[in-house]
């Protein structure tokens, strides 16, 4: 029975891998991993994704009028975007995910 059950565990997970896409298995063990291991650095990055939206949706919002704001709102996202630390811990984390699968 255990070598049934053994059996039918890895087929699922082997099925399961394709079918969900190793993208979004790496984005939800990825945030797993900065949960548990690195939690300041994930709220952070929660941090700068709110940031990001509500920077976005202000972006939407205005005129043409209000151009050099816009540009400079627009630098302020793509600095955000370009966090090193939380990009390099997602690396580490893509690079263990990959050798595990």
């Given at each position: 029975?255990?070598?049934?059950?053994?059996i039918?565990?890895?087929?699922?997970?082997?099925?399961?891998?394709?079918?969900?896409?190793?993208?979004?298995?790496?984005?939800?063990?990825?945030?797993?991993?900065?949960?548990?291991?690195?939690?300041?650095?994930?709220?952070?990055?929660?941090?700068?994704?709110?940031?990001?939206?509500?920077?976005?949706?202000?972006?939407?919002?205005?005129?043409?009028?209000?151009l050099?704001?816009?540009?400079?709102r627009?630098?302020?996202?793509?600095?955000?975007?370009?966090?090193?630390?939380?990009?390099?811990?997602?690396?580490?984390?893509?690079?263990?995910?990959?050798?595990?699968?």
């Amino acid at each position: 029975m255990s070598l049934l059950v053994t059996i039918f565990v890895l087929v699922f997970l082997t099925e399961l891998i394709p079918w969900l896409g190793k993208s979004v298995l790496l984005e939800i063990c990825c945030s797993l991993y900065l949960k548990i291991f690195h939690p300041s650095q994930a709220a952070r990055q929660r941090q700068l994704e709110t940031n990001i939206l509500n920077t976005k949706a202000e972006l939407l919002k205005t005129n043409l009028d209000k151009l050099c704001g816009v540009v400079c709102r627009r630098l302020s996202i793509d600095s955000a975007t370009q966090d090193s630390e939380i990009a390099s811990v997602k690396s580490g984390c893509s690079i263990r995910f990959n050798s595990v699968l």
